[in-house]
């Protein structure tokens, strides 16, 4: 991997490959590389992320590239560090820049789901209890109607024994492909955030004795409703997180 | 529904009928819609509402008139996006804002029970569990002594068997209304605060066993104690929104 | 009840009754009030109080006396609004300001215990679950090793049946004053926010199985050391309130 | 214990042996200070620490001297709080300043184990209910990996019988030291941190049934990739601080 320092060499060496192989950032990139941003910065704001976990969005036009930070933690993800990458994985012009290992997750996504636009890697707290016990998370309110289809469970074990439970190649990616539904990036964010609300109250309901779910109709009918709705909750949390970087 | 962009259309062809059409806000009305927005933010700000959820006070001098907000998140509702409707459900000048699917929940109960003068309609957390399972809520401490009559329970099921679960029209605006109690806008806002923290309570009482809740007698008597004093949060919180707004 | 408005006609008639009605502060009352107004605020930043409950502090000098907010939200209470009571439960010269239904709480300890230098009343959200079903509070952990020595539990139903849940007259206060320790107003503050650290862990706890509390000589050799650390959080806490104002 | 108004009268009365004695802080003191500090007020913004809690860093060149603040709330520590201790738990120079009563688990820690490069003392809410119970913490997601090996248990009535809890003698102090694993400062920062989010998602978790916790070998592997990303979170928890302290 080359050191950041050489960014000088490249640009002094020859201008023409320079332009070839840097991104050219248009309009429309720029908005999404904006809304990228904040979708970091949100779900980290609502506690889905913590100093751990990522989100990408798949380039506008060119289906085989897409957009995800350099490595670190989202909350402090700004537009200088979204990188270009491709579905091999790296980055189309790193500049030595440290890259996530389960960058495979999104690159092998994309890859075999040309419906997916957006993607959310995360350790939602509410949500790992159901991921290491039996009990599968249901809809238990019309906000999380896109739980009638079920929550696909990816079992590392199953493809690669003891591991330390990254998906840190692509062979791990793509297992991991199999199972996912498709999704733009508002979307996302709030189908990670209502998942973190909906384990949070299931958990609480349980609790409580037997619950009545939606039925898969009711569930079916809502999450037509959710999509349609992700812009309302989405303005307010880019409010938000405006707001705490100028406090 | 006409596009925001008609209103200079409108303001050019006829101001007599303007004048009839638009909303005249009086001092009286200024101070409702004061309050409205707070109840907005409030209710936010102590996470009974999130991006979603509403809330709607009747007009002071006309009963047959009521102020909610246009489509957003509660959160960051201001006195120029309350809009005035009808009891049809309809904004009187709504100028082509979008409206709530479920303002029939708000426009159904101002018809059939003219003693209501506040609506919140929200996801209360706490209270969610509840509404999923059969433990009914009942009040575990003074401060929720207006639980001593019971929580009506409305079952869109039994009037629409599968749906997306919304109030989207009048007729399930009608048979919610049959439904509810009546209630001005500091005890709309203090009942869905204390409902909430009364859910929290009961359900973490469980957990220790069998609880001693208050007697109907007891209810009734605190119930009144609890409307005397509903001044004394609210402005607590209306503090507290205010604190947020300026940071 | 004289209005606020008649402060100008009590100075106008007669000074020499103004100077014996008055309440004088002298520099350690000054003291006194400033930490009363630090410990409402702090108790609302650790959410041991709401927009309800109340603290007060035995005079320094004269014993028959104490001061209390009027009655608001302990989180908006500055020195302007502590009122000096005697312990008939009337302030000495409140000039209509409202006063808690609930005085009598602190009336009448002050009056029954020489002992007690100041009172917290709160509905702690961790520990009525606690007041309302038949598990003990117990120490947990050595910061609450106070609660060795049991908690002491008063039942307003046994004295006067159906009531609102208020202690409202010097009766039922002096009912209650029977059940209390004695403590200084840094300590109330420590207790009051441990007694709900130490409800919210065993709680917690429960989950887990059978808890291995403190012994009673660990509990009363840990309570020794509570008393003597008390500075060290209530700097931080006032820090905190201090940093919440200016921002 | 000299007072600090002392300071004066050494450097009046000997230069030389004020060289000898005072603490010479070198640039990579400095720098582990101020990683000490930033720990120190990471912990209890993350809710590992409260008022009280303490952690110390060993000397970068000096292998028997240590660094930890003097008694305060660890919340509120700065440079100038920062004393060095040597291993029998007293400050080089302290001038009067009080320490904590349980630096003797430092102390000892650094003396029988030369691996150690950092401590934390704390009463970490979610941990706590595992500590008076029977249910062991295990690893529930590979975050926590390093709870792999176990985590030991120190039980202080097997060595003293009844005491009020605290480490309070070099004795106790060695008893505790023949528990612990090694570590470095943001190690043990991570660590603190992970092991209470741990113990939060295991307790949910039990709530819905038994849990596929981490095999010791994913563990193992997992506990290696903690250690590679600790600075990811770093930056973020010390980004988070200064917005705190400029606010």
């Known amino acids: 991997m080359k050191r950041a320092n050489s960014k000088k060499s490249i640009k002094s060496t020859s201008k023409a490959i320079q332009r070839s192989r840097l991104v050219k950032r248009t309009p429309v990139d720029k908005k999404t590389i904006e809304d990228l941003v904040a979708a970091n910065r949100i779900l ?6 913590d100093g751990y976990g990522h989100v990408s969005a798949r380039h506008d036009t060119i289906p085989d590239r897409f957009w ?3 490595s670190m933690a989202p ?3 700004t537009a200088g560090d979204i990188l270009e990458f491709d579905l091999s994985g790296e ?6 820049r440290p890259t996530y290992s389960e960058r495979f ?8 789901r040309p419906d997916v636009k957006a993607i959310v890697h995360s350790h939602s707290p509410a949500v790992i209890p159901f991921g290491v016990t039996s009990v599968p998370l249901k809809p238990i309110f019309h906000m999380s109607g896109f739980l009638g289809t079920g929550v696909p469970i990816f079992e590392i074990r199953e493809i690669a024994g003891d591991t330390d439970m990254l998906v840190r190649n692509p062979g791990l990616g793509a297992a991991l492909a199999l199972c996912l539904g498709n999704i733009s990036l508002p979307q996302v ?3 990670a955030i209502y998942l973190e ?3 949070r109250l ?3 309901a349980m609790r409580l004795g037997s619950i009545n779910f939606l039925t898969s109709e009711e569930a079916k009918l809502a999450a037509a409703g959710n999509d349609m709705h992700v812009l309302r909750p989405w303005m307010l949390w880019k409010h938000e997180i405006a707001k705490k970087s100028s406090a």
Chains 1, 2, 3, 4 share one sequence.
């Not at 980290?44 to 992320?49: E, N, P, T």
Request: charged residues 15%; aromatic residues 8%; positive net charge.
């Open 44 to 49: 980290y704001a609502q506690s889905v992320l």
């Open 197 to 199: 609300v909906n384990a």
């Open 75 to 77: 909350g402090l993800v």
């Open 91 to 96: 980055p189309v012009d790193g500049q030595g």
């Open 105 to 112: 997750i999104h690159s092998e996504i994309y890859r075999r």
């Open 202 to 204: 299931q958990s609480n």
């Open 189 to 191: 964010v709030y189908r």
């Open 68 to 70: 995800l930070s350099q």
